[in-house]
């Protein structure tokens, strides 16, 4: 399989340069040359298959050779060895279950995969890999826990002090092992020019391989398609609508890619929150960026989403065809609010903000729909977010995995924001 870029100034490559790089010179994202076709044998079989094959299946025409069948099959394994389960919460809408992994969100899913094959390229090489994230919370603990003791990859995470959750840094800071927390006395935007600056470094560059594991990255991206397959799997009747609580739009993207190959689904709808980029350009046709607004469902606080442009290359940039193919909705926090307490007290179900703003969405979209039934992917474990409990007045049950982060000591460095610091702590992990 071949990468292009989105921006078509950087030559073409495969999936090990491109997840080796991230990101194309020319800063577009490296979308696939062909979208491949699932077989009907595949697509019959899917109820009885388990999961790692399902991922094997799905992921391998992406990878092509870049990576031998033997081990692309034990990446795949040791990525989804977690339980994606369906939930029926009303007649008509049922929830996808996405944060059962060690940071209870979806993200977990990718950085796993994309870790796995890092490890790979690296032994392959036989040349030790540094993996830098700045973060501002969620990110970082997914790639942090998705890359904690896998051999040969070496990670180094800032974050800005004092502007986490407990929870988050206790995440980011109680791994150990080949994981270093930096904590940065400075703002998200100084992180984020750290690890710009390093990854540039001609030093570094000499001396190690530095890479980003950023959400663009294809290795992150593709293997979000797994999760609308455990969906249909667990599912009776016509294909549902998918309800994607969206920011970046790269989990959406993933689903209707799958869709694209064959994957049958009654149609995607994009939840947003206030920040409504996408619905206001599926309305006007007009693509207008702005500043993110701050939201409950913070996660998807975005006011240029990334990975929209490869939405638009699935549908060869035609918006009519698009549009078909993509509804777009957005809840304001109130809606989230009033949705979060009528679920709970209709169904005793508890939904984050994220999957509120799905749940929401889904259940406007489906009033017009008689007779269509749908799915919400819950991304995101309502215990991360402290307004759930103070929404609905009652505790939040706390998995065990949290309960045992609690009991932890952080470890941490605390640094200026400063270039040389960061340059010095990376040399030092080889
Ligand atoms: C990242 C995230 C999202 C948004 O996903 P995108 O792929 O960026 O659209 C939604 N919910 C939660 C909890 C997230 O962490």
Known sequence: MQYFSTNRHSPLTNFREATLRGQPDDLGLYFPSVIP???????????????????????????????????????????VDLSFPLVDISERISTLELFHGPTLAFK??????????????????DQKTVVIVATSGDTGGAVAAGFHGVECIEVVILYPKGKVSRVQELQLTTLGGNVTALEVRGTFDDCQLLAKQALADPEIKEKLFLTSANSINVARWLPQQFYYFYALKQWEGEPPVFSVPSG????????????????????????????????????????????????????????????????LEIFNNEFPTLKENLSAASVTDEETIATMLKVYDETGYTLDPHGAVGYKALADHLMDRPGQKGIVLETAHPVKFDSVSEILEVSVETPPSVLDLLNKEKVATEIEADQETVKEVILSRI
Not at 116 to 125: N, Q, T, V, Y
Not at 267 to 279: D, E, K, Y
């Open 37 to 79: 076709q699932l077989s009907r044998e595949f697509l019959g079989d899917l109820r009885e298959m388990p999961n790692d094959q399902i991922a094997f299946e799905v992921i391998k025409p992406y990878v092509g050779d870049a990576i031998d069948e033997q081990s692309l099959l034990s990446i795949c394994k040791e990525t």
């Open 108 to 125: 977990d899913v990718g950085a796993r995969f994309m870790s796995r094959c890092l490890r790979h390229f690296a032994k392959e090489a």
């Open 248 to 311: 970046n739009f790269g989990n959406i993207c993933a689903g209707i890619l799958a869709h694209v190959s064959g994957m049958p689904a009654g149609g995607f709808l994009a939840a947003c929150n206030a920040n409504t980029v996408v619905p206001d350009f599926l309305e006007t046709a007009i693509y207008r960026p702005r500043p993110s607004i701050a939201t409950l469902s913070n996660a998807m606080d975005v006011g240029n989403p990334s990975n929209f442009v490869r939405i």
